[in-house]
Structures are given as structure tokens and as C-alpha cells.
């Protein structure tokens, strides 16, 4: 018989697959009929018809290969369970790890197919363009309590790695770690730079809806970065504490808020349903 530890790290195995291959598929899929109907077919009611049958095409090919990956991973935990070994017969933190990676396939399909979207849309938007009176400067997309945030979270994981400098445990990397932090910042940076210089945003062409799509998408990632920064420390101060029994539950509860934060990155503001600039 298992003890109870086991049977929990089981239990949010499974948890986690439910979590980001059923809920987190069927609330992506629900947002992407949403912003079909809400935003496409009353901006453009020609395109209705045409908007129909992607929806159909569409929903064929993303239920198919949410499918797949979900037999997929509810194989690979009930494998482990059965054996009564880690994932992959190798490690249980890394296993979680790759089940969040076979997770995040049909949230990158799903980028794409609200790419195609947006191109079906184009197809009847007409060929007049419009331009913001006010260009936007890089600031204008920040929220400042999430950079507030931002900087707690950096703060946070540089004192947790000066203090266990001085106190480490087993398999505590030191200063390595602060390596690791420029990293991810560089990485969150490179984000941000890339959605700010992007002026087509999936080819929506009014440029206040451009605007609230991109300021969106880049608070999204910044909040992504404060959880990640975050995550970190939480992890070292539960090593630190020997508290090891609970590093798989903090690492899986983390892995499962970003998938569904990622999958809210795709879903479009409310001021792109309740406002539409004249386009000019």
C-alpha cells in the first residue's frame, strides 16, 4: 500500500493533468467562440459565414490534438502509479515538468488558431487603415504596481540567495543562482521588447485594439515574471527548511497558475467588446 505521501504526489500528478487538459482546453476553447462571435462577427458582419465554419474547422482540430496529449499524459501518470515508480521511472520534479510542456502544446495550437482567426477577419475588414493619434511609448504599456511587484520579487530571490550562502543546504548552487536570475530577466525583457515592437498584434487593424491587446499581453508576462521570481525562492526556502516533502506540490500548483495565466493571455480586453474606434 502506498503511504500518504506517495499517494498525494500522485494525486496532484493527476490533479495537474485534469487541470491543464481538460479545464484550461475547454475555458480556451469557450473564449475563442467568445471573441468569434463577440468581436469578430459584430465588427465584421460579413464575415459571419466564414467565421461559422473556421469555428467548426477549428474545433476538429484542437478537441483532436487536446486529445492525444491528454491520453498522452493520463498514460504516463497512471504508468507511474500503477509501478508505484517516479515519472518517467527518473524523477518526479523533471516528470511534472515535461507533463507542463505536453500541456502547453494545445495552448501553442491554440495561438495559432486565433492567428488564423484574426486572418479570416482581416479577409473582410476592407482595405482602408487606420493609425493611432498618439504614439504609444514603451511606458504606456507598463503597470506599475506589477513592476512594484517585479522589484519585490527580485528583491526577494537576491536576499533568499545571500542568506543561504550562509546557511546552505544540500544542493543549494549559491551565487550560481543570481546567474539564473539574470537569465530569466533578460528573457522577460526580450518579451516585452518583442510585444511592444510588434504593430500587427494577429493582424487586428485598429490600433486601440492593437494597443489593449499588447498591453495586455505584456502584463500578462510580467505577472508570469513576479511567479516565476517568486517560485524560486519559495522552492529554496522549502529545501532550506527540509521541508522536501512539499517541493512537488509548490512546483506542481506553480506549473499549473501559469498554464492557465498563459491560456488568459489569449482572451482579448473588455474594451475591444464595449468600444470600437472609428477607424480613420
Request: glycine content about 4%; proline content about 2%.
Amino acid at each position: 500500500m502506498f503511504d500518504w505521501l506517495t499517494q498525494s504526489n500522485y494525486l496532484l500528478m493527476f490533479m495537474q493533468v485534469l487541470i491543464s487538459l481538460i479545464l484550461v482546453p475547454v475555458f480556451s476553447f469557450k473564449r475563442l467562440s467568445q471573441i468569434a462571435k463577440e468581436y469578430g462577427v459584430k465588427t465584421y458582419p460579413s464575415a459571419k459565414a466564414d467565421v461559422e465554419d473556421y469555428l467548426q474547422k477549428a474545433s476538429k482540430t484542437y478537441k483532436t490534438t487536446v486529445g492525444v496529449f491528454l491520453i498522452l499524459a493520463l498514460a504516463i501518470v497512471l504508468h507511474a502509479a500503477t509501478k508505484q515508480i517516479e515519472l518517467f521511472d527518473w524523477d518526479d520534479q523533471s516528470g511534472l515538468t515535461i507533463l507542463y510542456l505536453i500541456a502547453m502544446v494545445p495552448v501553442i495550437v491554440m495561438v495559432f488558431i486565433h492567428k488564423s482567426l484574426f486572418g479570416v477577419l482581416k479577409q473582410h475588414a476592407g482595405s482602408k487603415r487606420s493609425a493611432s493619434l498618439k504614439a504609444k511609448q514603451w511606458i504606456d504599456y507598463l503597470s506599475w504596481p506589477l513592476v512594484s511587484m517585479v522589484l519585490v520579487g527580485q528583491v526577494t530571490l537576491i536576499a533568499t540567495v545571500v542568506y543561504f550562502v550562509s546557511d546552505p543546504f544540500d544542493g543549494f548552487a549559491g551565487y550560481g543562482n543570481l546567474l539564473g536570475l539574470l537569465i530569466l530577466d533578460v528573457v522577460f525583457i526580450g518579451i516585452f521588447v518583442v510585444v511592444y515592437r510588434d504593430n500587427n498584434m494577429f493582424g487586428i487593424q485598429n490600433p486601440d485594439h492593437r494597443d489593449a491587446l499588447k498591453r495586455r499581453v505584456i502584463q500578462v508576462n510580467m505577472l508570469i515574471w513576479i511567479l516565476a521570481t517568486l517560485q524560486i525562492s519559495l522552492s529554496m526556502w522549502v529545501s532550506g527548511s527540509g521541508l522536501l516533502e512539499y517541493k512537488l506540490a509548490v512546483q506542481s500548483l506553480y506549473l499549473q497558475v501559469i498554464l492557465v495565466i498563459t491560456a488568459f493571455a489569449l482572451t482579448l480586453p473588455k474594451s475591444m467588446f464595449n468600444k470600437r474606434s472609428v477607424d480613420s
